[in-house]
Structure formats: structure tokens, C-alpha cells
């Protein structure tokens, strides 16, 4: 990326901002964007999943959604959505292998992206990198632990529960709530059908749409212009099987 170009500033900031790039120098930063480019996926866009052992992007706006797709029957499981300050794809950035999960554009994407060998050379130019890198990979790690225990050991309704929690804002706390009587955006939900819900939990549309409707009637949430909005945070933490504090929220 040239550092002429009108946006330069901006991009510099947006990828200050992103997760593993925080407290980095200017002029390390200014380094690694010359690397970058700039690049857009409209909304629905699918890749193929061998982009990781090519290229590595950071999220300026907007969701990916990164789905595993069984070969034969064709059943679909997301294991992850990445938003604004994330990235793509972590693991073959560390290990060079092919990472089976297909990423796609749950809204227009803004990305900037670099060749992965240049960033994978970055973990030994700059440690100042690697003390976000870590404790990013210590988050999702700890996240697919959560989603793996989630399915071997809870029935549908309390992953549900469990997934509406993960997504709620990280910073919202239960004073927040109670100054806000329309309840809690889940904002990385919106707009998601319950087919691709029944996705996220390993379970079917039909069932989604019964528990949903089991949470509306009993006051924890209700739906707003295609959003889930909590109205009960306190008794969609018992649903979920939280006796004490937050479950770990996504990557956040």
C-alpha cells in the first residue's frame, strides 16, 4: 500500500485498531503497510479455503462467517464469526496448512490483506506481534474448547442460550442493562435466518425456531427489525448454565 494514497491515514488507524496490531509503533506499522492492500467482499461472497495458505486479512467491517462443510452429506456447522478487528486465518499463518473452513461475507466486507509469508515473517522480525499473537490464540483456542464442550455435553436450548450470551458486547455490563429498557443488542446475530443459527448450535432450523420462541414467551429476548434483542440477561445466564460472571466472549 503506498503511503500517498488518500485513505493512508485512515487504514493506518483502522489496522492500529485490529486485535493483533495494538501498541505497535508507527513505524512498524507504517512497515507492515506497505505490505497490505486493500480489498472488498460484497455480501454472501464465498471463498475457497485454500485463501489462508495464501493471503492474510484483517477485518476493517463487517462479519465472516467460517463454515465447515461435510463432503458427502453436505451438513454445514459455523464454527466462528469474526467481526470488525479480527482476522483471517490465524492457524495457517502458524502451522502453513490447510485450514478446511470456507470463509464467507455475512455483509459487505472491508478487508485489508497481505501475503501470508510476509506476515509470517513478522513473528520473528517484531515481538512486539507476537505479545498480541499469543494471547489472541490463547482467546480462540479457549473459544472452540467452549463451542466443542457446548456440544458434547448441553442439549440444544442451553447452546442456544450459551451463543446468545458469547455475542453479547464484551463491555455491556448489568448496570448498563437496567439504564436501558429496550434491552440488548446482539448485534453479531443480526439478520442471521434460523436455519444459519441451527448452524452456529449444530441443530436444525426447526429446532431453533421452537426454543426462540420458548425464550420470547418467557421474557429473555425478543426480536427487533431482525435482530435479538436480551431483555433478561440475568435469566439467560441461568439458561445458559452461567452461575458465575460471563462466559468468554468471542475473541473480544
Same mark, same amino acid.
Request: glycine share 4%.
Given at each position: 500500500?503506498?503511503? #500517498?494514497? %488518500?485513505?493512508?491515514?485512515? *487504514?493506518?488507524?483502522? +489496522?492500529?485498531?485490529?486485535?493483533?496490531?495494538?501498541?505497535?509503533?508507527?513505524?512498524?506499522?507504517? @512497515?507492515? &503497510?506497505?505490505?497490505?492492500?486493500?480489498?472488498?467482499?460484497?455480501?454472501?461472497?464465498?471463498?475457497?479455503?485454500?485463501? @489462508?495458505?495464501? =493471503?492474510?486479512?484483517?477485518?476493517?467491517?463487517? =462479519?465472516?462467517? +467460517?463454515?465447515?462443510?461435510?463432503?458427502?452429506?453436505?451438513?454445514?456447522?459455523?464454527?466462528?464469526?469474526?467481526?470488525?478487528?479480527?482476522?483471517?486465518?490465524?492457524?495457517?499463518?502458524?502451522?502453513?496448512?490447510?485450514?478446511?473452513?470456507? %470463509?464467507?461475507?455475512?455483509?459487505?466486507?472491508?478487508? +485489508?490483506?497481505?501475503?501470508?509469508?510476509?506476515? =509470517?515473517?513478522?513473528? #520473528?522480525?517484531? %515481538?512486539?506481534?507476537?505479545? @498480541?499473537?499469543?494471547? *489472541?490464540? !490463547?482467546?480462540?483456542?479457549? +473459544?472452540?474448547?467452549?463451542?466443542?464442550?457446548?456440544?458434547?455435553?448441553?442439549?440444544?436450548?442451553? =447452546?442456544?442460550?450459551?451463543?446468545?450470551?458469547?455475542?453479547?458486547?464484551?463491555? *455491556? !455490563?448489568?448496570?448498563?442493562?437496567?439504564?436501558?429498557?429496550?434491552?440488548?443488542?446482539?448485534? &453479531?446475530?443480526?439478520? /442471521?435466518?434460523?436455519?444459519?443459527?441451527?448452524?452456529?448450535?449444530?441443530?436444525?432450523?426447526?429446532?431453533?425456531?421452537?426454543? /426462540?420462541?420458548?425464550?420470547?414467551?418467557?421474557?429473555?429476548?425478543?426480536?427487533?427489525?431482525?435482530?435479538?434483542?436480551?431483555?433478561?440477561?440475568?435469566?439467560?445466564?441461568?439458561?445458559?448454565?452461567?452461575?458465575?460472571?460471563?462466559?468468554? #466472549?468471542?475473541?473480544?
Amino acid at each position: 500500500m503506498n503511503n #500517498h494514497i %488518500p485513505l493512508y491515514h485512515h *487504514y493506518r488507524q483502522r +489496522l492500529a485498531n485490529a486485535c493483533l496490531f495494538k501498541n505497535l509503533p508507527t513505524e512498524t506499522l507504517d @512497515s507492515m &503497510l506497505l505490505n497490505f492492500r486493500f480489498e472488498t467482499w460484497p455480501k454472501g461472497a464465498q471463498k475457497n479455503s485454500k485463501l @489462508s495458505l495464501q =493471503r492474510f486479512y484483517v477485518i476493517l467491517e463487517g =462479519r465472516m462467517e +467460517l463454515e465447515l462443510i461435510h463432503p458427502e452429506t453436505g451438513k454445514c456447522f459455523t464454527t466462528m464469526i469474526l467481526k470488525e478487528g479480527d482476522v483471517y486465518d490465524v492457524l495457517s499463518l502458524l502451522d502453513n496448512e490447510a485450514h478446511d473452513v470456507i %470463509p464467507i461475507a455475512l455483509d459487505d466486507l472491508t478487508l +485489508l490483506s497481505a501475503p501470508l509469508e510476509t506476515v =509470517r515473517e513478522w513473528i #520473528h522480525q517484531h %515481538p512486539e506481534f507476537n505479545q @498480541s499473537l499469543l494471547p *489472541y490464540l !490463547s482467546r480462540l483456542i479457549r +473459544l472452540r474448547e467452549e463451542i466443542a464442550a457446548d456440544l458434547a455435553l448441553r442439549d440444544t436450548s442451553t =447452546r442456544l442460550a450459551r451463543v446468545i450470551l458469547r455475542h453479547i458486547p464484551s463491555n *455491556y !455490563s448489568d448496570d448498563e442493562r437496567k439504564e436501558n429498557s429496550r434491552g440488548i443488542k446482539v448485534e &453479531l446475530l443480526h439478520d /442471521l435466518s434460523n436455519e444459519q443459527l441451527a448452524k452456529i448450535i449444530g441443530s436444525v432450523r426447526q429446532v431453533v425456531n421452537h426454543h /426462540l420462541t420458548q425464550m420470547k414467551k418467557g421474557g429473555l429476548i425478543h426480536m427487533e427489525n431482525n435482530r435479538i434483542i436480551v431483555d433478561d440477561l440475568q435469566q439467560l445466564k441461568l439458561k445458559a448454565e452461567v452461575m458465575h460472571g460471563h462466559l468468554q #466472549h468471542h475473541l473480544s
